[in-house]
């Protein structure tokens, strides 16, 4: 009777301690989980931060290129083609009409090209788009496009004129650029309207062209391929100064691209 | 004698029920696990432990007709298995490369509660037969209570097991929210 009583006593001891084991290790598994869930989350934040700090970097880079190849073109081949056409004002008249007409022609043609690469220059200059600011710079490309004469365009402001961190206007404005070069190589469209809307606590910024539109699923599809590659730097770079970027495109109805950056109290100064 | 051949008739069917109830674990343990598990011979092993648990059941309740005590065999080898299958759950989640919150699925809670019962229940269910089979002949009211004793442990166990079953979802369904 005591050694089975001694038995039963031990059997008690050892199922109590093994429910203790069993919840230990419960225990260790949920401790390891919530410590794996830590490190995952501190890794997605790394990279994210990583990312971002690339992008910068890189958009940084672009920035300085742009600006090189702006002053290139102001500094030297603009002066080339000044002093060209300043040789051919200089050039003697001559009795040859055909010559004369020939001269006259090429004048124009240096002054329309000295026109256009300042045009050009200042809208790469980084300098030049943060002292114009976004709305001013947006205004200056839609005149660019005008002067084609393959594109009407309009512009129309809401709310009062509002501006924002120059790293922040330079980026939006660079996603503009983006945007109109897209519809001027792929659209086939005959007008832009552009839409910008300064409210209190956001500025929306609306492109829409009335061009041949454009599939967006295999981009939306995560499919890896040049087609996205603009769309999705664009993406990247609104992610960098936490705005929303959203394009929706109807085939033959046009393309909308719409931006909307939320204010975060950072605007500089309202005019 | 008539109240004694209807203990006997009484504890046979007794016995019997909780053989139907132990193929019937082994079934819902079985498949349960085979939808929760995932490893490379997943179909042959868990195949294996069920056709071995069924092809002894078989033997021992249609061939041996071993009625007279509780299958202690039988069960803790039933716990030992879903002890088994628990620590593989264990070392899947451990392993498994993802976000997933595991704390946040019944899974989980599931096989914790079963992990907790079966794990302090394989002692007593091990141990049981033979304790029977000691004061069989004997079997002093003292000695009845002793084994009383053990199965109310188990039956703490299963209340243990409830608890976390019962807290976890409880909590999953908090923190869901």
Known sequence: MEKISQ???????????????????????????????????????MKSIFQQTLLQAQLEIQEQTLKNISQEIHDNIGQALSLAKLNLNTMPPTNDEALQQKIL???????????????????????????????????????????????????????????????????????????????????????????????????TLVIKDDGKGVNLQPLNEGENNNFGLGIRNMHSRAKLIGADFKMSSIIDGGTEVKIILLNEGDNENKQ | MTIAAIKAFYNERNIGIYNVFLLFNLTIICYYFFKILIFRFKNIFIGLVYLLGVVYIIIKNLVFKDYGLFDSIGFSSLSAITVLFSLFYYRQILKKIDDTVIYYTLDFWIISALFTYNLGAFLIF?????????????????????????????????????????????????RKK
């Open chain 1, 7 to 45: 038995e039963v006593i031990l059997v008690t001891v050892s199922s109590i301690f093994l429910v203790f084991v069993a919840l230990g290790i419960i225990s260790l598994v949920l401790t390891y989980q919530k410590r794996k869930l830590t490190y995952f989350k501190e890794k997605e934040v």
């Open chain 2, 126 to 174: 091990l141990s049981f037969y033979f304790l029977t089979d000691r004061i069989i002949d004997s079997y002093s009211d003292s000695e009845r209570d002793l084994l009383t004793l053990l199965w109310g442990l188990h039956n703490i166990l299963l209340f243990i097991s409830s608890i976390v079953l019962i807290f976890g979802n409880i909590w999953r369904r908090f």
């Open chain 1, 105 to 203: 022609n090429s004048k124009e043609l240096i002054s329309k090209a000295i026109v256009d690469l300042r045009d050009l220059s200042r809208s790469l200059d980084t300098d030049y788009v943060q002292e114009m600011g976004l709305q001013r710079a947006i205004e200056y490309e839609l005149e660019m496009i005008k002067k084609t004469g393959t594109i009407e365009n309009s512009m129309i402001v809401q709310g009062s004129l509002c501006r924002l961190e120059k790293q922040k206007e330079l980026i939006l404005f660079r996603i503009v650029q983006e945007t109109f070069n897209n519809i001027l190589k792929h659209a086939d469209a005959k007008n832009i309207n552009v839409n910008i809307n300064y409210a209190a606590a956001s500025l």
